[in-house]
């Protein structure tokens, strides 16, 4: 386990050194989560603590982020509005992540109808703009965080089906899934020993970007009031609140959104830079 | 005959995640006009890197330590890009290994050569490139994308773009090494054929022996980024001198005679991080001995040919019987 | 003639999708509280409306039938009433879309002009090591700052200064171009950052990966030159991935652009379908999902069209498989 984790934190350390941004982004990336899981812990004052401080005061030692217009500090609230942001995406997320690769995977190796009914499933579910079904959804469910689950599930299953579909299918081709097949393997197994190592580099690149599709997802939806409720506090619902006093507390939205954003492009270069590790391109000078 | 291309002393290496990689380590070679060079190596040997910088097609991680390349008596690293690029235009034509991946997939194949012509071009003149290089029914290959080809169809429209502008130098990298069998010879054949009609020299870059000792008049061997042997095909391939160029030739598919032990070569060829001190075949040498770790043989004429290898003589005098072999593989 | 025949299979197979599309959306309407004749007719209609739609949607008979019914009506454009403004959703959708399409169009425009050349040239050029890190941080931050980050920092910039354009105060283009202008450039450049930034990615990346094809090099090897490589050979071959993310890019600005429209009071669709949201106008809803949803799989049907007539091999894949 020890060994395991050091020859992990090697290897990180030389990913990082060839590609300083993405190294860069996953610092940032482990702070933001480390932040919002210890986050509750710290003294840092009460999230939803009303009339800790005055309204809307600026910036200051006792109140780092300010306050907002219930006079509530506002970096703890920033605090649980990053771990509630983080937690609904990942969630979301991985749930997609597993039930879409398996059944992309299942759709390439078995071919045939089934192959083509999940096609047309993920293409249907495609077609949906994401914000749109959002409000649909929110319409059926109601509003809260079983919408926004749901919401990210519905934009992101297809995403992964796709992707996790064509790179199967590109890898069920090559020699070793036909000898094991000729070997006898059963294709659960073919599936999980020989299939899934070969499609986790794609999978985890996906998963990057789903994971920050997924936090888009969330900040929309609890900025148009239909995600995460008050009291709770997501960055979405965070920014909503803030644009009511934009003029008069700009400190609210700046930092909400900062943080939305840094998380979101921390996700995104770390994405970049996994794929990059995978998939070099050489270019050729044009001379 | 002239000079058409010199080599001097180049090296050449990449720069790649790994560190720098030596592809060309101090090569000199001449070529002739008019004439049939067949240089063969291992991949690695550096034998594309050098067909590749005849044309200063290099990619942008390459770097020239040192040496110099000249094509009709100019440094082609000395000139400017505009200039190089008429050279290319104007002297060099270029084939690649795979053909369907050297012709755009998007454009038919009659507009492809006409963009290669460069000015404008008759249809005629188009279908007469294609009969040339025999090609049937030239106006539906003109019509057609490449995928609709063969690739042996596909390689004959890949030379006829290269002979297009009545190159004096062809540069066919692997031309054959992605085609079947029976069509390998076909393509080599038509080579000859522009040869004989055009008078334009040939550099052919191949890693089979049969298919060089068969169609080409001069033989370079290349081993680990440095020349080890160059002469006529006949005393090249016939006596060798070079151990390396030995080897190669006993372990070639169709020198084998009753009896006979299969000899490969042992150990693999290098990659090279620096400079090697002294010979590069060194560690897989039957006829290694101590200068062989230390001293860098130079190419010296022996025997009508030029031989990098310290013990040549020996080579040369150890089994005449490899003619016999040469015989067969012809 | 192949690509005749793969535009027919393929306008099949997109009324399939819509078909599949209009099921999920029959479906879920159907789960909405209340049912379907309050997102017909909102909870207040009369018991005599009520008859009326119970009779027009059948929703006395069979759930197939039912579906039958729906699909006629929604075909021909019959979305049912706002219970709001008691007007037809389909006639309200129509006088709000030119809004949705002038701010789609004013978006595309910026992120095409601006996102193609910048990702072309840098997919061309190496640049140094600074420059390529600054070009994908900046790439990525356009990528990845929410539209309703952005608009609310330009809520905040032009509200506190008065800089030329402004926060509302839409009229249509056609009364009045310059107050129109003035109102819809913001929203355009808040949709337009992530365009960019998505259209510059992808542009450079599939530069990249056409420069190291073979039929490249032996372009250079043929000496022709590098301007005609670029026009003839490079963006020719790199169009396809441009084309695929410009129609998503597309579907999304008309489908999704209901941030920008709420922040900065668009009268377009998507304003339109959030108020419906709030009002519990439902019909409203399910008419926006339904025609956005259109609208993609149109968008993308014309954008595999495209591709078959950019790339020959792709048609001739088709039937083979």
Known sequence: ?287 | MSELVQVQDLRISYETARGIVYALDGVDLTVYSSQILGIVGESGSGKSTLGMAIGRLLPSNSLRTSGDLFVNGKSIFDIGDEQIRLLRQTSLGFVFQNPMSTLDPTMRVGRQIRLVLNGPASDDSIYELLRRVGLPDVKRVARSYPHQLSGGMAQRVVVAMAISRQPSLLIADEPTASLDASVREQILRLLLSVREETGVAIILLSHELGLVAKYCDTIAVMYGGRLIEAGSNVSVFGRPGHPYTKALLEAAPGSERPGDWLEAIPGVPPVLQSSAHGCVFEPRCKFAQETCRTVRPALRPIENRLVACHRAEEVLRAEPSTAATHGRIA | MQIIQYVIGRFFVALATMFGVSIVIFAAVRMVPGGFEQVVLGPLATPESRAVIIAKFALDRSIIEQYGHWLVAAVHGDFGISMVTQTSVTQELIRRAPATIQLALMSLVMALSVGLPLGVISGLTNGRPWQRSLGRLLGALGASIPDFVLGSLFLFVFTVWSLGPTIGGYVPFFEDPWTNLRAMVLPAVTLAVFGIALILRTARDAVKSVMIEGYIAFAVACGERPSRIVRYHVLRNAAIPIITVTATYLGYLLGGAIIVEVLFSVPGVGLYTYNGLMNRDYAIVQASVLVAAAVFIAINMVADTIYTLLDPRISAQQRAS
């Open chain 1, 1 to 287: 386990m020890r060994r395991r984790l050091t020859s992990a934190v090697c290897r990180f350390v030389s990913f990082a050194r060839n590609d300083r941004l993405s190294g860069a982004a996953a610092l940032v990336l482990v702070s933001l989560l480390l932040l919002s899981l210890v986050g509750p812990y710290l003294p840092l004052g009460d999230p939803e603590g009303i009339g800790a401080g005055p309204r809307l005061a600026p910036p200051s030692f006792e109140f780092p982020l300010g306050t907002d217009e219930l006079g509530r500090s506002y970096l703890p609230r920033a605090i649980q509005g990053i771990s509630a942001t983080f937690l609904l995406a990942t969630t979301a997320v991985m749930v997609t992540a597993i039930i879409g690769g398996i059944t992309g995977m299942l759709a390439a190796y078995k071919g045939g109808i089934f192959d083509g009914i999940i096609v047309r499933i993920a293409d249907i579910f495609f077609a949906f703009p994401i914000i749109l079904t959002g409000l649909l959804v929110t319409a059926i469910l109601g509003p809260g965080t079983l919408s926004v689950l749901a919401v990210i599930a519905s934009a992101t299953l297809p995403m992964f089906i796709r992707l996790v579909r064509s790179v199967t299918l590109a890898i069920a081709k090559r020699g070793f899934v036909t000898a094991a097949e000729v070997a006898g393997a059963s294709t659960t197994r073919v599936l999980f020993v020989h299939l899934l190592p070969n499609i986790m580099g794609a999978t985890i690149i996906q998963l990057t970007y789903a994971i920050s599709i997924g936090m888009l997802i969330e900040g929309v939806l609890s900025f148009l009031g239909i995600g995460v409720q008050p009291p709770q506090a997501s960055l979405g619902s965070l920014l909503r609140q803030g644009v009511l006093y934009l003029t008069v507390a700009p400190w609210m939205v700046f930092s909400s959104g900062f943080l939305l954003t840094l998380a979101i492009l921390s996700i995104n270069l770390l994405g970049d830079g996994l794929r990059d590790a995978i998939d070099p391109l050489r270019t050729r000078a044009l001379q």
